[in-house]
């Protein structure tokens, strides 16, 4: 075998292994996530009870990294301190060693009877419970497959003069190669991952025995490394939380390395078997955190508070609340949370609609940066529910889920939108009427506030459709926008009116008028948008026009 199809043959073999420990996580989050989650709620201030449970959770996910960004959700809320939180972590990270530990027993001979389950489950049943055991047994038994492929590809390397070269040096340099391991785990987002190739790989005599503790210590690092990455922009208490399980394993490792003699003996007396010694420094190493760090947890929580402490949000860019990153593999609960924020969103373009119709009237210059300061806020959280939206699509979706996403990203994208109208285009007119000292006529203004009343009913009736997918209520906010749009009509005609009759207040704000019937007739249009998705689902439109009930032969234009 050449080298490049050796390289080939080794990293298809990590590749599968990623994918199957992919798929194993999957389908056990979108199988017993909500009990999972339910679990975890109901963890209290006991330590030792945090972590119990996070031995248990982490096993059943197979991810450290997994089980951590649940931890971090809840503490998020308020849910769980940061002391249980780093107890129930320590937990998390020895029950990833389970897995290994269970992988390292010659079980390859279910590796086709998982496959065949998984594949008989997928295929034969329509309910998502049956699919999703199946995707669970599908990915156990593509990560016994892998560990065969890698294990049969590495084989021809054992007497490599030049992988020997390479390894020499590598193994006087365990800092290096600790951070070579590190580097990998972050890459891959998978302890679990790393350590069954380490576990392959010494198990074939490629890597020896001291070199695979020191990258096992180094996959550790990187587990923790990989949680701290993806909580950076979190609030302070979840830093707190994933730097001090990050401390936790750096002291770890810097007690374990000068021990690293007395360490190889204690492996090899343990067992004899290459791939059970790998698994049993991963587990001896997560245990041995466990019982010398679980007394400092609420030590650890008073240190970490003190590099990160509260920060007073009142001030700066709003923040999200309902963008739970643990709940990402699971898109109908993902998506639930991404419609609280939508709806917070709304809140405050409501505001903000609320507010340009009293600046209209009163010429408050105060209260022109006040709305203005919203818009940011909107900004912010449009940002943050795309983003989020757009992690949640990269997930197998059926037809139902997708089409929800797409509806979901389309309405909070038209709330941005209402919100630059207003700041750009509706606070801009309200500053030129203060600068000009410009005042509408009775029946102008009367005029405006009858469009933004209809405006306010129909965001209304836009949120009650989003909501709840409802024909009906749909075709109602079709039906208001025809209304609008007659009522624009009329309204225009009546201004026309006042300026043919010579009336001063209208001459004078004429411009200032019709732009802002025009900007209200844009909000109601974008407000409209979340209908026609719901609408076409049900063959309500045909082409660019709605099909009255019950006469399907009459056609009112939209």
């Not at 389908?27 to 209290?44: H, K, P």
């Amino acid at each position: 075998m050449n080298g490049v199809m050796l390289l080939l043959n080794i990293a298809g073999g990590v590749a599968l292994l990623l994918w199957g420990a992919r798929m194993v996580r999957k389908g056990i989050t979108r199988t017993f996530g909500a009990d999972i989650r339910l679990a975890m709620g109901r963890v209290t201030k006991n330590r030792f009870r945090a972590f119990s449970m996070g031995v248990g959770i982490s096993a059943l996910l197979q991810s450290s990294t997994g089980a951590m960004l649940l931890v971090v959700s809840f503490v998020n809320r308020g849910l769980i301190s940061v002391g249980p939180g780093l107890a129930l972590v320590l937990g998390a990270d020895l029950g990833t060693t389970l897995v290994v530990q269970a992988l390292s027993f010659d079980i390859s001979w279910i590796s086709p009877l998982f496959l065949f389950i998984g594949v008989l489950c997928a295929l034969s049943s329509s309910r998502s419970f049956t699919r999703h055991i199946g995707r669970v047994f599908i990915g156990l038994g593509l990560l016994l497959l892998s560990l065969q492929l890698i294990t049969a590809a590495t084989e021809p390397l054992r007497n490599s003069p030049v992988l020997i070269t390479f390894m020499e040096p590598l193994s006087e340099a365990p800092v290096f190669a600790i951070i070579l391991a590190a580097l990998l785990t972050w890459l891959c987002h998978s302890s679990v991952a790393v350590v069954l190739l380490i576990m392959s790989l010494v198990a074939v005599g490629v890597v020896p025995l001291n070199l695979g503790i020191v990258l096992v210590l180094g996959a550790n690092i990187g587990s923790s490394i990989t949680s701290f990455a993806l909580t950076m922009n979190s609030e302070a208490k979840t830093r707190r939380i994933v730097l001090g399980n990050l401390i936790f394993r750096l002291c770890g490792v810097m007690i374990a390395l000068p021990l690293m003699g007395p360490l190889v003996s204690l492996i090899n007396y343990l067992d004899a078997d290459a791939s059970r010694q790998i698994a049993n420094v991963h587990t001896l190493f997560n245990l041995l955190l466990a019982i010398v760090f679980l007394p400092f947890t609420e030590l650890m929580a008073t240190f970490t508070k003190r590099i990160y402490p509260e920060v007073d949000h009142a001030v700066g860019p709003i923040r999200q609340k309902y963008l739970d990153p643990s709940v990402l593999d699971s898109p109908s609960v993902a998506m639930v949370g991404a419609t609280r924020e939508l709806l917070r969103m709304a809140d405050l373009v409501e505001d903000m609609l609320l507010g340009v119709i009293k600046v209209l009237d009163n010429d408050e210059k105060q209260q022109v940066e006040d709305i203005s300061k919203i818009d940011d806020d909107v900004d912010a959280l449009h940002e943050a529910v795309k983003l989020y939206l757009a992690q949640v699509s990269r997930n197998e979706l059926d037809d139902k889920d997708s089409q929800r996403c797409i509806e979901l990203i389309s309405f909070t994208t038209s709330l941005e939108h209402i919100g630059d109208i207003i700041d750009n285009t509706l606070l801009d007119i309200a500053r030129k009427k203060m600068e000009q000292k410009l005042s509408f006529s009775k029946e102008g203004w009367q005029d405006i506030k009858e469009v933004h009343k209809r405006v306010l009913d129909q965001m209304q009736i836009s949120l009650s459709v989003l909501v709840s997918g409802d024909v009906e209520t749909a075709r109602r906010l079709l039906d208001a926008k025809e209304k609008f749009r007659d009522l624009d009509r009329v309204l225009g005609e009546q201004h026309l009116d006042r300026l043919r009759s010579g009336k001063v207040e209208s001459i004078a704000s004429s411009a200032l008028h019709l732009d802002i019937l025009r900007d209200f007739k844009r909000i109601n249009s974008l407000l409209t948008s979340v209908a026609y998705p719901i609408l076409s689902a049900n063959g309500d439109l045909i082409s660019s026009r709605l099909r009255k009930a019950g006469l399907h032969s009459e056609t009112q234009p939209r």
